[in-house]
Structure formats: structure tokens, C-alpha cells
């Protein structure tokens, strides 16, 4: 968008200096198709060459707001050589230029002001040096105070549309990563960070780790207690969750049902042993009242955890098979316990399942 602005402008301004080469005074057109030539045009010119190179550089809208206000004042100052030679101090290109910076440049409210007041300044004082007539400066002056209020009004709607514009595509940012009942990430958000994470580790050469954790026995839970118990019960778990990772590129997100997953970034082997088992205890010490459980009288869970260093002959789908093959693992030998799926570095043929009790 920067960049058609500033053809719309280049093509233009060749355009007037072809039409006053063609129409107007060579003692007028001369002058003013030089001045053009010489100074506005290796603006626009210098303005487009960086918007192309540099297209995300915070500064380039200070260079529009320059350029803009440096074009709007030369094109009173063609006037003014206009007037010099005898021709009309004609106001509609001063009006045209400055809804031009208003609106088309695409400024923020502040900057597109700082832009186009000068414009109106340069015009009075232009139209005094060149003893322009009272009246035609009288309403030059009026139309161009105006001109400038409706132009900052249009700049003002405009940055206020683009802000909640950026708030509502936030949100819906936010509301397609996140699960609606625990407020923690969703499966589409886990898939995507792990593969982002396995991606990363494999060019650094890192290990990932990938838990999956089931609450036991959630359906007798639901059945016993009701599905907002139930629902408070699933708040309750991925909050615990939550507060156990801290780094970065470690996440906790809703898998599915009762089901949740974590990716841990760079682990070590007896970390993520240890992780895994503070997880159960840490459930289990929430005390939350599940008489249908066959295992407990309060809420457990059920971890499965593996470990792979990411290379050529393996992908992400690998470990979280892992990871739910030692959560199943987990289950067979009682629930209430974390199972690790430990892989050794480099990856060998047979990988052991170690259970761990709660």
C-alpha cells in the first residue's frame, strides 16, 4: 500500500510537469518543472527505493510524513513562482496535495498533522510574499484550515479503525489458540509449537520431551458429579499444570477430554523423570473429592512421558506416540502414576518404558 502511494504520486507529478511543459508559459513552466524535477521527485523516488528495501523498518512512515510535508510545501512554492510570472496563485493543488498526506499516505493521526498543518503555513506565507489579493487569500486560508480539520478527522477514524482492527484480530488470534473451558492452549496450538519446537531443537541439536496426562477415571467423575463439577474439576487441573512450566518454549495445552500435553524444551532424561512424578503428586495434592474413583478418594492423573533428539529418522508424530504408549503403560500398572519412555542418545533400536509411582 506505501508503495502504490508513492507511484500515485511519482506518476502524478510527471504528469504536471508534461501538462505545464505542454500548456503554460515556458518563463513559468521551465522554473517549475526544475524545481519539480530536482527536489520533489528524487524525494518520492528516494521514499520508494526504501520502502522496497527496507518494508517492515519502523521509520518509514517518519519518511512519508517528511515527504509528504516537503512535497506539500514545494507545490506552494511552484505556485508561488506561478504568481511570479504573472499566472493565478491557484489554491486546488495545495488543497489536493494535503488530503493527499492525509489520506492516501497512510499516516498515523500525529504524523499525518505534522505533515499537513505545514503546508497551510507555507501557503500564507507564500501568498504574502507574492502579494496574493486579499479575498483569494481570505478564502485560501478558510478552505485550507478546513481542508486540514477534515483531513485530521479522516486520519483520527482512521488509526482508531486500524487499532480495533488489530484488538479484534487478537482476539480471534487468541480465541483459535486457546481452549475455551481451561483457558490454556488447544490442540491445534500444541501441534503446531511442537512441530515449531522439533524444528528448532533439530537444528540445534536438543532434545524434546513430550507428556501426556489423562485424569483417572474422569468419566465416573462426570457421572458421580455432574459435567460442571466436572468442567471446574478440568479449570483445576490445567491451572496446576500450567504453573509447573515457566520457560519459554516449554507449553502446556489441552490434548483433548481429560486429556493434556506438555512439551518440555532441552530436558534432561532424569528432569523429565522427576517432572513427570512431581506432576502426579501435585494432583493429588489439589484434594478435589472423587469418591467414584477404584484407585483414591481424591482426583489423580496418569502420566506418559518420552524424550527424543530430533533428526532425519524420526518426526514429532514418533514421540507423542511414545508418549501415550508409556501413558498406557501408566494406566496397566494402576493409574496414579507417570510412566517415562527414555530413549537414549543416539536413538537405539529398543527403548525401555520405566515406570515411576506416585
Not at 80 to 86: E, F, T
Request: with cysteine.
Amino acid at each position: 500500500m506505501a508503495q502504490v502511494a508513492v507511484l500515485v504520486a511519482i506518476f502524478l507529478m510527471v504528469a504536471v510537469c508534461i501538462l505545464d511543459w505542454v500548456v503554460m508559459p515556458l518563463e513559468f513552466a521551465l522554473p517549475a518543472i526544475q524545481f519539480r524535477a530536482f527536489t520533489m521527485l528524487p524525494l518520492l523516488v528516494a521514499l520508494f527505493a526504501a520502502s522496497l528495501i527496507w518494508p517492515t523498518n519502523p521509520k518509514i512512515p517518519y519518511g512519508f510524513m517528511a515527504v509528504g510535508a516537503l512535497n506539500g510545501i514545494g507545490t506552494v512554492i511552484v505556485g508561488g513562482i506561478a504568481a511570479r510570472s504573472g499566472i493565478e496563485f491557484v489554491l486546488w493543488g495545495t488543497i489536493f496535495v494535503t488530503f493527499y498526506v492525509y489520506l492516501v499516505c497512510g499516516l498515523r493521526f500525529r504524523q499525518a498533522t505534522i505533515a499537513g498543518w505545514p503546508v497551510f503555513l507555507t501557503y500564507f506565507i507564500v501568498g504574502i510574499f507574492v502579494d496574493a489579493p486579499f479575498v483569494k487569500m481570505a478564502y485560501g486560508t478558510l478552505f485550507l484550515v478546513f481542508t486540514n480539520l477534515i483531513g485530521m478527522y479522516a486520519a483520527f477514524l482512521f488509526e482508531w479503525d486500524a487499532r480495533e482492527l488489530y484488538q479484534k484480530n487478537k482476539q480471534l488470534q487468541a480465541l483459535a489458540r486457546t481452549d475455551g473451558l481451561t483457558g490454556i492452549d488447544n490442540r491445534r496450538c500444541f501441534d503446531k509449537h511442537l512441530s515449531d519446537a522439533w524444528r528448532q531443537a533439530r537444528r540445534e541439536q536438543h532434545g524434546i520431551a513430550v507428556l501426556l496426562v489423562d485424569v483417572d477415571y474422569f468419566k465416573l467423575y462426570n457421572d458421580f458429579y455432574g459435567h460442571k463439577p466436572g468442567d471446574a474439576c478440568l479449570q483445576h487441573v490445567a491451572a496446576t499444570l500450567a504453573k509447573s512450566v515457566h520457560r519459554p518454549l516449554d507449553q502446556v495445552a489441552r490434548y483433548g477430554g481429560e486429556e493434556f500435553a506438555i512439551v518440555l524444551y532441552n530436558p534432561n532424561k532424569q528432569f523429565v523423570c522427576d517432572y513427570a512424578d512431581e506432576l502426579v503428586r501435585s494432583i493429588a495434592k489439589l484434594g478435589i473429592e472423587h469418591k467414584a474413583s477404584d484407585i483414591a478418594e481424591n482426583v489423580t492423573i496418569s502420566v506418559g512421558a518420552a524424550m527424543l533428539w530430533p533428526d532425519a529418522s524420526n518426526e514429532p508424530d514418533q514421540l507423542v506416540r511414545r508418549a501415550d504408549d508409556a501413558l498406557y503403560e501408566a494406566k496397566t500398572l494402576g493409574r496414579n502414576r507417570a510412566a517415562v519412555h527414555r530413549t537414549e542418545k543416539p536413538i537405539g533400536a529398543a527403548p525401555k518404558v520405566t515406570a515411576l509411582t506416585a
